[in-house]
């Protein structure tokens, strides 16, 4: 009797640790980022006129109407507007997000953002060192 239990309790072991091995592989290869790679510049640039309403749509139009908007560029964020109010909207990349993201390559997500006055630094170009970086790598190339 005690040869049937050990047999029983080695077979479900063995049955259990196949199964856990099969789970992990199945979650390695879901974990592999679907963008490994910096797309070509030309699949993150947007056309200019879209871009500029796209930024302008993270404010109230009370305050987009007079931001600066930047845009996208071969070298980085540029001026496509001068603005009076201080407010600087534009379309932010997942460049920001962190080289671990699973996304940060992804050409596609791209989300409106307007920064107050007292930020106002932030929509300096220098401000946003990941994008000349990632563009950098691409004219490099």
Known sequence: MNQKIVRT??????????????VWQALAQDAKTPYPSMAPLDQYMMDREA?????????????A??????????HGYETAVEGTNGFVCLVGRTWTAGFK????????????????P??????????????????GWTIER
């Open 65 to 74: 109407k007079d931001a600066t908007v930047m845009v996208l560029g071969r």
């Open 51 to 63: 871009e500029i309403a796209l930024a302008r749509s993270a404010a109230p139009p009370s305050i």
């Open 9 to 22: 309790i080695t077979l479900g072991s063995l049955v259990l640790v196949v199964a856990l091995i099969t």
């Open 118 to 135: 007292a930020r106002r630094s932030v929509g300096d170009a220098d401000r946003f060192p990941e994008n000349k970086i990632c563009i």
């Open 101 to 116: 993201n699973p996304e940060f390559w992804n050409p596609k997500n791209r989300g409106p953002a307007c920064y107050k």
